[in-house]
Every structure is written in structure tokens, then in C-alpha cells.
């Protein structure tokens, strides 16, 4: 039969990863991948439904093997989870838990023919599991980016061309929307991946030590430097360095790295010997640098340097497709790291963070999911287990009470969620006119009066089509 990537073994123990993997082969002429446990999430998208099959050859495996289930089930991936277990380890019963998330559950090797009927299933119609050392750049990235920013995924031509050619790179977008990840994301699939990758947060750093940091210096350059130190440019060798809130580098700074970045050479504080960077730059910042180049804050030719393959990242408010998978893998994440058994989110707790606006994008989102998970109990995340910063809400009357209590994922809520969430939004931005939101949003204020008042958002001093007295008289009061 040959080889399947549709049937995958997990297993720690090569040894009994060999036994099974020599019965199959025996018994159908099937060779099964193995891979441990670790490596699991490096195969697994949304779209895969093979099965994969956990091996237990010792009680101790039980936590790794849970880890894999849990994390697999509260992100919704569709992979098909059975477990074959050595008699020690069905013994200890530490996997019993698992039975209401499991396909089949085997004993080995008194299970043997039921283990041959579930290989013989690895080659019905489907999709295969990812095989990282043989895929191409192009589906790396798919992956990486379809499994929690699925929103993002019409950057992947673009990112494929930032990763195989070694130039400058420059990310924009507002705080905490994922410039860090797309850096790293750019480094891991390019030749540079063995290398360091390395943050540099400029707007961390005094602007008189900016110039050591960045190139080192030698002893006694000044006071407090009794001894010699490596700058980052320099530690960074062949890797990749991610300047952070480039925007925020005075003028002086902005020359010497425009200099790096056009000739590769710099000199330590103190010293005269030139050094040469060997490192990949890639600037990140949360303004838009052709603005600041406008008014005259940072310095074109630099810009321009930097400008060679650009990103910008929206923020979450204008992604909602992101946020459920987002808060998934947030979940499967902080569950194993507080050892805490959730298997899923419930629908209701989904439907108030994508209704919520998030001004710190995906930063303050992992900071809400890190709290719920930490007061959470039981098998999955509930919706009292959120704070009260999103449950009540300023701009939610009654708070959670605007949540409907049968919520269930039906396409009708889904995009009544959205509309809401978009109506808030529009408001804001128009400063509560709801003439200019109207406009904003493309309808008529009669429609947006219905929607206003069908999702509870009207308040009693409005007067006709929803509109403030003041908005639909702008006369009135007036001398």
C-alpha cells in the first residue's frame, strides 16, 4: 500500500512507535509517519480530518497525550484523535478522561486486527496532515497563518517574496496586532531560520545609550563602561533584527541607520575599527511612516530604504473573522500552561469578544483570555469566566444582558453580531453622529435608526430616525 499522510503515529517511545509501526507494514504493507507529540501542531490546519493515532506505552505519556487532545478539540481542528495504549499504561486509567473526545481507544496488543480496520480508514477521501520537511514556503506560511489569523492569508504571496529575498522589510500597524509575529513568521522561512531572531524595542531605550545598544562599545567610551560590550547588530550574526517602533529614533540615529543599512557598516562607541553587519532589518512601527516622513519626523532617503517590501496589519477591530481562532489558540496555550483541562469555548463567550472592540488588538485580547482561563473551571470557558472590562462594556446597554442567552453559532446571529459590532464601531468613529455613522456605513438613517432600535442601541432622548433633537433641528435652541 505504501505511505499515507493521512494516518499519522504520536508517539515519545521509538520503540513502541516501531513495534506498531512494523505491524502495519506487516499487515497491510503500510508505512505510517511517526512523529512525537511536541510536533503535532506542525501538522494540523483547519482542514485536515486524517486520524491521528496517540500511543501510550506508560502511564507517564497520559499528560502529553491529553495535552494533544485537549489543545487539538478547543481549537476546533477537525483531525480524527484515537489512542492505542500499552497494558501499563491502560492500567493506570489516567486516560479515561479523554473517552468523550476520542475516535476508538485500543489495547495493545490484544487490539491488533481493530488496529489494522482503523489503517485501512487513512485512505477514505481527505486531507492529508501537513509534512513540514517536505512542504514549500508558500504552504509554511498558509499554515502558520490560516490556523489563528485566517484574515491574513491574502499576505502570503507577498510574505513568500519577503522571505526569499534578503531584503529590508517594514511592518506598520497599531500596537499589538501581530508585527512581532508576521517579523518571526518572515525569518522562520528564510534562509536566515537557523540564525538568532532578535527584538529590539527602540522606544524602550534611552536616546543616549540608542547608539551603544545598537553598535556596542569599547571599554571606558564612557563612565559607567568598564568593559567592552557587543552591540546588537553585532549579536544578531546572520539572523534577523526587528527594530521595533522604529518611529521613535531621533534624527541623529535615523542616520547612522541609514548608513548600516546601505553600506552594512557601523563603528562601537569609543571606537575607530569598522564592523560589519551581517544581520537582516526589519522595522516595525504603529505610525504611518509616510506621514511622519511629511512633517518632516523621519527621514525620507531612510524611508525609502526600509520601503523595499511593506506590511500593514489592520487592527482587530476590523478582522472579527480572527478572533475565534485567535481566542482558541489563546485558550489551548494558557490551558496547558496553568494545567487547566478545557476542551472548548462556549458559543456566548465567542460572541461577546467578537463583539467587543478591542483598542488594544491582540495584545489586550491574550490578557483577557490569560485571566479567563486563569478563574476558569471545568471543560470549557464560560462566559462569567471573562472580565468585566468586556462583559460591561460601554458601549453594550444592559452589558452581557445584550447577549442572546440561546446563542448557538447560527448564521443569522453571526451577522447580527457583526452588524452590532460594526454599528458601535461607526459611531464612535463619527463621534455618536449617527448622520455621519449612516454615511460611514453606506445606509440611509432610517436603516440605521431600525437597526439601532432592533439591537437595543437607541436611548430615550432620541427623537425621530434615532437622531439626537439637536441633530434633526440643527436650529433648534439656536438665537
Known amino acids: 500500500m505504501g505511505s499515507s499522510r493521512r494516518l499519522v503515529l504520536v508517539a515519545n517511545d521509538p520503540r513502541f512507535a516501531a513495534m506498531v509501526q512494523g505491524h502495519l507494514q506487516r499487515a497491510i504493507q503500510l508505512t505510517v509517519p511517526v512523529v512525537r507529540c511536541e510536533d503535532v501542531p506542525n501538522l494540523l490546519t483547519p482542514e485536515t480530518d486524517g486520524d491521528l493515532l496517540l500511543l501510550a506505552s506508560e502511564p507517564s505519556d497520559a499528560v502529553a497525550i491529553e495535552t494533544v487532545v485537549r489543545e487539538t478539540k478547543v481549537q476546533h481542528l477537525p483531525a480524527v484523535l484515537s489512542v492505542l495504549e500499552s497494558d501499563a499504561a491502560r492500567a493506570s486509567g489516567k486516560l479515561d478522561c479523554l473517552n468523550a473526545y476520542?475516535?476508538?481507544?485500543?489495547?495493545?496488543?490484544?487490539?491488533?486486527?481493530?488496529?489494522?480496520?482503523?489503517?485501512?480508514?487513512?485512505?477514505?477521501?481527505?486531507?492529508?496532515?501537513?509534512?513540514?520537511?517536505?512542504?514549500?514556503?508558500?504552504?509554511?506560511i498558509r499554515r502558520r497563518l490560516i490556523n489563528h489569523t485566517p484574515s491574513l492569508t491574502t499576505m502570503v504571496e507577498q510574505l513568500c517574496i519577503a522571505a526569499a529575498h534578503d531584503v529590508t522589510v517594514l511592518i506598520e500597524g497599531e500596537t499589538g496586532t501581530g508585527k512581532t509575529f508576521l517579523a518571526k513568521l518572515v525569518h522562520d522561512c528564510s534562509a536566515r531560520r537557523a540564525n538568532r531572531f532578535m527584538v529590539v524595542a527602540c522606544g524602550a531605550l534611552s536616546s543616549n545609550l540608542i547608539a551603544a545598544e545598537f553598535f556596542g562599545h569599547a571599554k571606558g567610551a564612557f563612565t559607567s563602561a568598564d568593559a567592552a560590550k557587543v552591540g546588537k547588530f553585532a549579536a544578531a550574526g546572520e539572523g534577523?533584527?526587528?527594530?521595533?517602533?522604529?518611529?521613535?529614533?531621533?534624527?541623529?540615529?535615523?542616520?547612522?541607520?541609514?548608513?548600516?543599512?546601505e553600506t552594512g557598516e557601523f563603528e562601537p562607541v569609543g571606537s575607530n575599527e569598522t564592523q560589519v553587519c551581517r544581520a537582516r532589518i526589519v522595522a516595525a512601527t504603529n505610525w504611518n511612516l509616510a506621514d511622519a516622513v511629511e512633517r518632516h519626523s523621519f527621514r525620507r532617503d531612510l524611508y525609502y530604504r526600509l520601503h523595499v517590501i511593506s506590511f500593514h496589519l489592520p487592527p482587530l477591530r476590523n478582522r472579527p473573522e480572527d478572533i475565534a481562532p485567535l481566542v482558541r489558540g489563546m485558550v489551548a496555550k494558557f490551558g496547558t500552561k496553568y494545567s487547566k483541562r478545557l476542551f472548548g469555548v462556549c458559543p456566548e463567550a465567542l460572541r461577546v469578544l467578537e463583539a467587543f472592540p478591542w483598542p488594544g488588538n491582540i495584545r489586550q485580547l491574550e490578557n483577557v483570555i490569560q485571566q479567563a482561563v486563569l478563574t476558569s473551571a471545568g471543560n470549557e470557558l464560560k462566559l462569567h469566566h471573562l472580565s468585566p472590562q468586556v462583559l460591561n462594556r460601554v458601549d453594550a446597554p444592559g452589558g452581557v444582558a445584550a447577549v442572546p442567552s440561546g446563542f448557538d453559532g447560527t448564521l443569522k446571529q453571526t451577522r447580527e453580531a457583526t452588524e452590532r459590532a460594526n454599528i458601535l464601531r461607526a459611531l464612535e468613529k463619527a463621534n455618536q453622529s449617527r448622520t455621519r455613522a449612516a454615511q460611514m456605513l453606506g445606509v440611509s438613517r432610517v436603516t440605521l435608526y431600525k437597526k439601532m432600535k432592533a439591537y437595543k442601541l437607541l436611548k430615550e432622548k432620541d427623537g425621530p430616525f434615532g437622531l439626537p433633537f439637536d441633530e434633526v433641528n440643527p436650529r433648534a435652541g439656536s438665537v
Open 102 to 140: 476520542l475516535s476508538d481507544r485500543f489495547a495493545w496488543p490484544h487490539h491488533s486486527r481493530e488496529l489494522t480496520a482503523w489503517a485501512h480508514r487513512g485512505f477514505a477521501p481527505g486531507t492529508p496532515f501537513a509534512d513540514p520537511a517536505a512542504e514549500g514556503t508558500t504552504e509554511t
Open 240 to 261: 534577523t533584527i526587528l527594530l521595533d517602533e522604529i518611529d521613535t529614533l531621533g534624527m541623529e540615529h535615523q542616520a547612522n541607520l541609514l548608513r548600516v543599512i
